[in-house]
């Protein structure tokens, strides 16, 4: 039973370039989760999605990003423009199917992304 | 608006004593109270969670955690450390109203020394 599977684990990109880093929920998840680990710091909530539908945004970045989760296919955190100041670890979690799910997130090992 | 405070940005204890992590919220509502390890360059494992009933709650790797609704605490504890217990611990939060998101704190790096 596959967990939650994020790609690619390492990005370069040079400033300005766009940057997208894909997640893959665990088998029967319906709800994902992205979070942002700049370096020694802790997990900074960005956004919370389920298939075709956007529950809480408040964490994002008001320009450059933007998340997706189709109903087909892996959930997509996507930043333009990147600035030095995006380089950090993106961490993916998923949830079973329920708003009112109680339990803990399951995350994926992390999107590293650096930018020169 | 829900937070989560980890005082202690390192913990320090040697190997075979006792182990404290502390952590402290503030939520609307019920608040469901979790742990999480994190070692390098990997992601978050779960530890343990508070979701209700008995205030003390055992968890993975020998790993147990308190609730205290009084004082809003929910500090995480081992009786006796191991060398491989060195990693980054965050706790985490979740309320009952309002949105479902989980909300981590800044994270508490302890080192156990041999």
């Known amino acids: 039973n596959a967990g939650v599977m994020q790609n690619p684990r390492h990005l370069v990109r040079r400033r300005g370039q766009e940057a997208r880093l894909r997640c893959s929920p665990m088998?029967?998840?319906?709800?994902v989760y992205w979070y942002r680990q700049l370096p020694e710091e802790g997990l900074k909530f960005m956004v919370y999605?389920?298939?075709?539908?956007?529950?809480?945004e408040s964490g994002m970045p008001k320009e450059r990003f933007s998340a997706e989760f189709p109903k087909e296919g892996p959930s997509i955190l996507r930043i333009q423009q990147v600035v030095r100041g995006d380089s950090a670890a993106y961490f993916c979690?998923?949830?079973?199917?329920?708003?009112?799910?109680?339990?803990?997130?399951?995350f994926g090992e992390g999107s590293r992304l650096t930018v020169l | 608006a829900q937070s989560v405070a980890q005082p202690e940005d390192q913990v320090n204890v040697a190997e075979g004593n006792p182990l404290t992590v502390k952590c402290t919220y503030s939520?609307?509502?019920?608040?469901?109270l979790f742990w999480y390890v994190q070692y390098p360059n990997r992601g978050l494992q779960f530890l343990l969670k508070?979701?209700?009933?008995?205030?003390l709650v055992k968890g993975s790797y020998g790993f147990e955690a308190e609730f205290n609704k009084s004082q809003t605490s929910f500090h995480l504890k081992k009786p006796s450390a191991l060398v491989s217990d060195s990693a980054l611990y965050f706790c985490?939060?979740?309320?009952?109203?309002?949105?479902?998101?989980?909300?981590f704190g800044a994270g508490t790096r302890l080192f156990v020394k041999a």
């Open positions: 979690a998923s949830s079973p199917p329920a708003r009112s799910y109680t339990g803990e997130l399951f």
């Open positions: 088998k029967g998840h319906s709800h």
């Open positions: 999605l389920q298939k075709e539908n956007i529950i809480d």
């Open positions: 939520v609307s509502g019920n608040p469901y």
């Open positions: 508070y979701i209700t009933g008995d205030n």
């Open positions: 985490a939060v979740r309320g009952d109203t309002g949105g479902f998101k989980t909300i």
